[in-house]
């Protein structure tokens, strides 16, 4: 019995030795390809090190949701630029890509025959044309579609659409609107515990009240009530066209609005064909014993199918999420200033440091994927199967 | 973007690259015995680097890369031309992609020091201008108060027009693209008010556009834009080279060397033209080449005033003036080198 547990403890040594040796061997190998590196960048004269990261940018970006000045800015503000305007067009993104993709998902299932080929048809096409070609339309289509400067179309709202950019209207709040912001919080969460306390009292008694109307009349009215009464604090920076451009308000760039158009639509393509998966993959019988119990179609998607339908569809769901992500980086075909076309295009090439600045937007890149896929496990984990 | 896995194999190259590839002294000899010379060019800029229909490259770099493969080769075909975009030329010189950029490229401080690369020559003295539609009835590039403007990303340009709006207090709505292509294609869509890139250039893109003649160029330079052809650092006879290539076609020039005439010039008694095409010295032996050298640029390219005037001057569609460019007897300031 003892040579047995001897033998077993010197082959776990022997697994170790091994693991140890091989961290060794890769660990060695990237030590010597980063001295390797640098060796020869000193030996070619190129300039090395992350110095260049204080050093003034001097280039203009477009969209900048951060304040950014070309004269007083550094290279690592351009770069935290890039990275929100990545950030925002992936956020969008996903959520339109989302709201997209379920609604196409649930209509390729359709008893409806024209409604599901439609659906059918919609995934067919779009997965199967490369990205920046569907890209580029958007983009050609989006410019040449809208009007000049001169003939900007007036939107309800006192918005403005050229093919500069959309222009809405900015808020600009004056001194009473903190009061709103006040009577807001506490209308919701005086609308949360009505809605909390009602539903308690209909699964104790049964009793339906009609709460409904009052909790919407505390959410939105109490704000409105607020409002009138500290005097309509809220002037509002309506956008005019000016000798060259639109003065005033807030501007979404046409390159924006091409990409979240191009990566929502081509996203939601596999996002449909995902969702169908996950719904295919509930058991037959879950339908079957739901009509049984009288409840109709709509009812037994939202509580019968879908959710069990959301562990399925999860894993492949977060892959077509850091996809979309990464795809964002073809921003740089249509010069929407996002992390690539920023970082790793304009810094990359004033710099002339390719090594360092294409090392640091892959490790960017890697965060965020992962973080991505670390919020999803969460979630999937959160709705997992309570095994026995 | 488009070569962006193109660019990283070749930073992994230079991490994983062994210490023999920077020692440049071996250029030369790389060029020989590989038989054909590899040329950085624009491959979108007409007049200066672009294929023509036919697919036969012409331009005012593309002649230097051709006369430099006619000094090695007696051959000015012997030149494979490597498309590069502003994003990318610099890292495919760096990584031996290519053997020289002639690639309307600015030589500044920073990118002499910092690069390890080299510049040999100025071949084009130009300098940054704007182009506007007529109709927007602008005269000068100090009314274009919070316009838009169309640039190429990571190019003196960009910073230029950042300077330049902020010195005279002017906003600015600069629109960036990884190619000038897209960013006149935007321009010419109406995205952005102005277009703005080296003055040639401007006159180059006028001629693609949608039509030219609705398109005014501003009289404001608004830069120095020396164009220069690159090299690496660490090989200084490669660097000669390219230098005077340079030199021999600003010394032809000024000499009456042209290529018609060459013939009967082998036969002159001016003591200048003998050095230059190797009738006298050693000149091209000291360089790696042959004596007659110079002979060969000329034969392939003929002297610096017609390869000026056959890509961008009167003979070519920009019809741009020599102006700066004139030599240092006319007023400008290209200045031969003597031959000695």
New interface residues.
């Given amino acids: 019995m003892s040579e047995h547990a001897h033998w077993r403890g010197a082959r776990r040594i022997g697994d170790i030795a091994v693991q140890a040796a091989l961290v060794a061997v890769v660990g060695g190998m990237a030590y010597a390809a980063v001295v390797n590196a640098a060796q020869n960048l000193a030996h070619a004269n190129i300039a090395t090190g992350f110095g260049f990261w204080n050093n003034t940018a001097g280039f203009d970006i477009s969209q900048t949701l951060i304040p950014y000045s070309s004269s007083t800015s550094s290279f690592g503000r351009a770069f935290w630029v890039g990275l929100l305007n990545t950030l925002l067009v992936s956020g969008a993104g996903i959520v339109l890509a989302t709201v997209l993709g379920f609604t196409i998902g649930i209509a390729r299932l359709s008893s409806n025959w024209l409604v599901a080929h439609l659906a059918g048809g919609y995934v067919e096409l779009i997965r199967n044309v490369p990205l920046l070609l569907q890209l580029l339309f958007w983009y050609n289509a989006v410019l040449k579609s809208l009007p000049e400067l001169r003939s900007s179309l007036a939107l309800p709202g006192g918005a403005l659409l050229n093919n500069r950019g959309l222009f809405i209207p900015r808020a600009e709040f004056a001194a009473g609107f903190e009061f709103v912001v006040a009577a807001t919080l506490a209308g919701i969460v005086a609308g949360v515990v009505l809605w909390l306390w009602a539903k308690r009292r209909r699964q104790r008694t049964g009793a339906r009240s009609r709460m409904r109307w009052w909790i919407v009349a505390l959410v939105v009215g109490l704000p409105l009530l607020a409002f009138v009464l500290a005097g309509f604090p809220l002037a509002l920076n309506v956008p005019h066209v000016g000798r060259f451009n639109v003065t005033g308000g807030v501007e979404i760039l046409p390159e924006f609005a091409a990409l979240l158009l191009a990566l929502s639509a081509y996203t939601a393509a596999f996002i449909a064909e995902v969702l169908r998966a996950g719904l295919l993959a509930v058991p037959r019988g879950q339908v079957e014993a739901a009509q049984a119990l009288g409840l109709r179609g709509a009812t037994i998607l939202r509580r019968i199918v879908v959710p069990q339908a959301m562990r399925v569809i999860v894993p492949p769901l977060t892959s077509q999420y850091l996809n979309l992500i990464k795809n964002s980086s073809l921003a740089v075909a249509i010069g929407y200033p996002d992390l690539v076309q920023v970082f790793a295009g304009s810094v990359l090439n004033i710099t002339g440091q390719a090594v360092e600045v294409i090392a640091i937007t892959m490790a960017v890149y890697l965060v965020i994927s992962l973080f991505t896929s670390l919020l999803m496990n969460f979630y999937a984990h959160a709705t997992a199967f309570a095994e026995r | ?1 488009k070569r ?1 896995a193109t ?2 194999a070749i ?1 992994l190259t ?4 062994s ?1 023999a ?2 020692s440049q002294s071996q250029t030369l000899k790389a060029v020989k015995d590989r038989g054909e010379l590899q040329c950085g060019a624009n491959g979108q800029l007409a007049g200066f680097g672009m294929p023509d229909p036919q697919g036969n490259w012409t331009g005012f770099d593309v002649d230097y890369c051709r006369a430099i493969a006619a000094a090695i080769f007696n051959d000015p075909t012997k030149v494979k031309f490597v498309p590069l975009t ?2 990318n030329r ?2 495919a010189l ?1 990584s031996g992609e290519v053997d020289i950029l002639a690639r309307n490229t600015t030589w500044t401080m ?2 002499d ?4 690369i080299d510049f040999a020559a100025v071949t084009y003295y130009d300098g940054q201008g704007f182009m506007v539609r007529k109709a ?1 009835k602008v005269s000068s590039a100090l009314e ?5 403007v169309c640039v190429q ?3 003196t340009t ?2 230029n ?3 330049y709006f ?1 010195a005279n207090h002017m906003s ?7 190619t000038a292509d ?1 960013a006149v294609k ?1 321009y010419d ?3 952005c ?1 102005a277009y703005t890139t080296d003055s040639s250039g401007l006159y180059g893109e006028r001629v693609l556009l949608s039509d030219p003649t609705a398109n005014l160029v501003l009289p404001e330079i608004i830069s120095k834009e020396p164009l220069s052809l690159a090299v ?3 090989d200084d006879t490669w660097e000669d080279i390219a230098r005077w290539t340079h030199q021999a076609l600003l010394d032809a020039e000024e000499l009456g060397v042209s290529k018609a005439n060459i013939g009967d010039q082998l036969n002159s008694a001016n003591p200048e033209i003998r050095r230059l095409l190797g009738v006298e010295g050693q000149f091209g032996e000291s360089l790696g080449l042959t004596s007659d050298w110079a002979v060969r640029i000329i034969k392939a390219a003929g002297n610096y005033g017609e390869v000026f005037e056959r890509n961008v001057g009167q003979g070519s569609p920009l019809k741009i003036a020599r102006g700066l460019n004139a030599l240092w007897t006319k007023g400008g300031l290209q200045y031969g080198l003597p031959v000695r």
């Fill in positions: 973007m962006g660019t990283f930073a230079l991490v994983f690259g210490q590839a920077w502003a994003a610099f890292t760096q920073s990118r020091t910092t690069l390890g927007l274009l108060n919070d316009a838009s990303q990571g190019t960009e910073l027009l950042a300077d902020r600015l709505k600069s629109v960036t693209f990884a897209e935007a869509a109406g995205r008010d690496r650092q660490g």
